[in-house]
T-cell receptor, first 110, second 110 residues
């Protein structure tokens, strides 16, 4: 079935790069997404990548897609304390719904 | 401003007392859906609606009802809430491959 897996926790120091990894199962997914959830807040769409792309860069964010391995990653350069949040990887399911991973909690230490 | 609005943001109720969480979007989107978020489980889809008067079950529909009488509104109804429905609920609407989420409703059922 459709499934998205990601590690639950990541801790980095301020100024370092963060890399959050995700694997998915549905090879027919046309879009893959990264959402950010700050404490007590809703879901914010950070970025997304179309399946025919390998990489997408948007300021401090870089998304890498390896379709062969069904692996998606989000790199945050120069991580700041304001980047502390839960990051969700998601793919589109067969019903047009979003299939979410369980979320990676990013902690940024000063 | 384009947005998805949920009400209430916070709700504490007792087992068996019917409640409705409202959701409204001002973007004229046809597709709307409800998710619940639980620790360690990520977000799971409850119900979705492809258009007015068309609704379908998601992954975890038990104990919930929805209606879609008009395009902008998609209320979530709990006829007889139980403690296992204590959760954080998100409404979303979609245009193309981008889903827009409301700010969330935190529900506690005692």
């Amino acid at each position: 079935g459709e499934d998205v897996e990601q590690s639950l926790f990541l801790s980095v120091r301020e100024g370092d790069s963060s890399v959050i990894n995700c694997t998915y199962t549905d090879s027919s997914s046309t879009y893959l997404y990264w959402y950010k959830q700050e404490p007590g807040a809703g879901l914010q769409l950070l970025t997304y990548i179309f399946s025919n792309m390998d990489m997408k860069q948007d300021q401090r964010l870089t998304v890498l897609l390896n379709k062969k391995d069904k692996h998606l990653s989000l790199r945050i350069a120069d991580t700041q304390t304001g980047d502390s949040a839960i990051y969700f990887c998601a793919e589109i399911g067969s019903q047009g719904n979003l299939i979410f991973g369980k979320g990676t909690k990013l902690s940024v230490k000063p | 401003e384009a947005q998805v609005t949920q009400n209430p943001r916070y709700l504490i109720t007792v087992t068996g007392k019917k409640l409705t969480v409202t959701c409204s979007q001002n973007m004229n989107h046809e597709y709307m859906s409800w998710y619940r978020q639980d620790p360690g489980l990520g977000l799971r889809q409850i119900y979705y609606s492809m258009n007015v008067e068309v609704t379908d079950k998601g992954d975890v529909p038990e104990g919930y009802k929805v209606s879609r009488k008009e395009k902008r509104n998609f209320p979530l109804i709990l006829e007889s809430p139980s403690p296992n429905q204590t959760s954080l609920y998100f409404c979303a609407s979609r245009l193309g491959n981008i889903q827009y989420f409301g700010a969330g409703t935190r529900l506690s059922v005692l």
